[in-house]
């Protein structure tokens, strides 16, 4: 589960696996979500959109699935590098376009 | 590409200060927004900002926060009287259009810039 506060909870993964994280988003009327990387001292990076008319959507080595039965997100990174090593973030847009971000997954990615 | 350019990168003031902090958005983009990430914990929502007004704020953009877009440029959050929870790390954002979720148009962020308040 998730934890508050200073524990972010972490994957750890070997270079060339694949990686996923997971995010439980709480509004049903939610009806876009993105998939953001933090590294540390810097600003959330834009990786991958989806609608909420969608359930699957690919990019670069990265693929979002949406389940809004069960309300949740993943994030599915191919072929995991060093590179990828930073705090994940899902965010939901919720009305207007003011986005709610989750509490972030921390992905260390050994070589 | 083009990017949202944030200054200064770290700000120390004294509890009660005034502080400035300003962002270049991406140039044609038409909304405007400011988050903050207190250390280690996650993103959150302050205001946003079309056509020369607010159009939304959150419960944390009380009194002692403002915006302005005073020229073509530049976009900025004014602390009035920093308190030393104000001590964050503060995003500013922007998007072409406001989101639906169409192609090639979402919120990008600039790198940041660390507020700490003593």
């Known amino acids: 589960g998730e934890s508050v506060g200073l524990h972010l909870p972490t994957l750890s993964v070997q270079e060339g696996d694949n990686s996923i994280i997971n995010c439980a988003y709480s509004?049903?009327?939610?009806?876009?979500f993105i998939w953001y990387k933090q590294e540390s001292g810097k600003g959330p990076q834009f990786i991958i959109d989806?609608?909420?008319?969608?359930d699957k959507r690919q990019g670069q080595r990265v693929t979002v699935l949406l389940n809004k039965t069960v309300k949740h997100l993943s994030l599915q990174i191919a072929a995991t590098q060093p590179g990828d090593s930073a705090v994940y973030f899902c965010?939901?847009?919720?009305?207007?376009?003011?986005?709610?971000f989750g509490k972030g997954t921390m992905l260390l990615v050994s070589p | 590409e083009p990017e949202v350019t944030q200054t200064p990168s770290h700000q120390v003031t004294q509890m009660g200060q005034e502080v400035i902090l300003r962002c270049v958005p991406i140039?044609?983009?038409?909304?405007f927004y400011w988050y903050r990430q207190i250390l280690g914990q996650k993103v959150e929502f302050l205001v946003s900002?079309?056509?020369?007004?607010?159009?939304?704020k959150s419960e944390i953009f009380d009194d002692q926060f403002s915006v302005e877009r005073p020229d073509g440029s530049n976009f900025t959050l004014k602390i009035r009287s920093t308190k030393l929870e104000d001590s964050a790390m503060y995003f500013c954002?922007?998007?072409?259009?406001?989101?639906?979720?169409?192609?090639?148009?979402?919120?990008?962020f600039g790198e940041g810039s660390w507020l700490t308040v003593v």
């Open positions: 954002a922007s998007s072409r259009e406001t989101l639906t979720g169409a192609a090639g148009n979402t919120i990008y």
């Open positions: 509004n049903s009327a939610s009806d876009y």
């Open positions: 989806i609608r909420s008319n969608m």
């Open positions: 965010a939901e847009k919720r009305e207007y376009s003011t986005l709610t």
């Open positions: 140039s044609n983009h038409l909304y």
């Open positions: 900002f079309y056509n020369n007004e607010i159009s939304e």
